[in-house]
């Protein structure tokens, strides 16, 4: 690997490292002051659309805190927009105008070309690889299938799943056909992504977490398995992270990706143990502990290297995006924290399951 940095890469192939690479979900955002600045002059969704701005914003955390790789500043939303919804940013967080009700409202959505829909998308990608120039590694992104499904029928955020769910139930075929359609977009959202020059991409779940573990295999572990599937993944680690449900770990392992990523509702070392060693963990910290004095903050981090145990193919990040009200500081600490501790790994490894 030509980069600088290569630890992040080797954690997710499972590869010894010197110390644990850490990464932050939602590492650019709000609690930055340099991104509010540009906030006050752009809209979100401009600054995803303008790939030098796109850029300059995905850099600040490599810059500010001295994380280990890079993520695409983007959004989960953006290809659902390319595909024919009408999109927007409010104070409330996104919202999606016509929400799909019926098949009809399937049959007029399209599987968008990603060079022609969301060029922005693959040039900020370029651009950043010859602004990182080996720095880091540069992770690229898709939400899953079922996510962004409930997006597109709950029309924004909710907190009940109640349209979805009633469409699962209720009209399994209009479902399963917008699943498809979906599944189809994001496949050739992320290969776009890995030709521009993505190194690594993380599906994200965010809301598989609502299913019950029968649900979750129909509705979106099926879906993002045909994703992972569909990848031109040839040196490139996927990682999938489901949030909210460690119910179904062992399932989320059955979609194949190389890393799993681990929200805070479950212990480290309990999860790895269920989904096994053959595959790369990422996590776990609980988000809101960055508000912690950094005393009882280098504690928690220190546990969970601890509950890792020094076993190859830990990559260290929050349960869940950084929020808002987060501190520099203390994500700066945290990331210090986590690259000084380092823990042997006193397991013999040739007893392990490979
Ligand atoms: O991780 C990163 O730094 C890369 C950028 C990134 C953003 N969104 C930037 C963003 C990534 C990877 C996402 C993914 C995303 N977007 C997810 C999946 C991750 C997760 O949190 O589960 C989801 C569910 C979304 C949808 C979304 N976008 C919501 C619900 C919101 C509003 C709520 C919120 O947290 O702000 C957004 C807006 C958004 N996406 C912001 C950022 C920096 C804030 C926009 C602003 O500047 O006002």
Redesign the pocket.
């Known amino acids: 690997m030509s980069e600088k940095n290569y630890r992040f890469i080797d954690a997710c192939w499972r590869k010894p490292v010197d110390y644990t690479p850490i990464w932050i979900?939602?590492?650019?955002?709000?609690y930055m002051k340099e991104y509010q600045d540009i906030?006050n002059k752009v809209s979100?969704l401009e600054l995803c659309k303008t790939p030098e701005l796109a850029a300059e914003v995905t850099i600040l955390p490599i810059d500010k805190l001295g994380v280990d790789a890079a993520?695409?500043?983007?959004?989960?939303?953006i290809p659902v927009e390319a595909m024919g919804m009408n999109l927007e940013?409010g104070d409330g967080?996104?919202h999606l105008g016509s929400p799909v009700k019926n098949k009809s409202d399937v049959d007029r959505l399209i599987v968008p070309s990603p060079q022609e829909k969301v060029p922005f998308v693959m040039e900020t990608i370029k651009l950043l690889r010859k602004e990182l120039d080996g720095r880091v590694p540069l992770i690229g992104?898709s939400?899953a299938p079922f996510t962004l499904a409930s997006y597109m029928v709950e029309g924004g955020?909710t907190s009940s799943f109640v349209k979805i769910k009633t469409m699962m139930f209720k009209d399994p075929e209009t479902i399963h056909a917008l699943l498809n359609k979906v599944a189809k977009t994001v496949i050739c959202y992320l290969n776009a992504q890995i030709e521009a020059g993505a190194q690594a991409v993380q599906i994200?779940d965010?809301w598989a977490g609502t299913l019950s573990p029968r649900d979750y295999q129909e509705f979106a572990l099926s879906y993002t398995k045909q994703v992972i599937d569909g990848l031109n993944r040839e040196n490139i680690p996927v990682i999938y992270f489901v949030?909210g449900n460690p119910g179904v770990l062992e399932l989320v392992k059955q979609a194949g990706s190389d890393v799993i990523g681990v929200d805070w509702r479950i212990n480290l070392d309990v999860a790895w143990n269920r989904v096994g060693y053959d595959v790369a963990v990422q996590g776990n910290l609980e988000p809101c502990a960055l508000f912690l004095p950094k005393d009882k903050l280098e504690e928690r981090a220190k546990e969970i290297l601890n509950q890792a145990g020094g076993r190859p193919g830990h990559i260290f990040n929050l349960g869940?995006?950084i929020l808002p009200q987060a501190t520099v500081e203390n994500a700066k600490f945290l990331v210090e924290a986590v690259h000084k501790f380092r823990i042997q790994n006193t397991e013999d490894r040739t007893q392990t399951r490979e």
């Open positions: 979900m939602r590492q650019a955002g709000r906030r979100f993520i695409l500043f983007s959004d989960i939303l940013f967080g996104p992104f939400g955020g994200f965010s949030q869940h995006g």
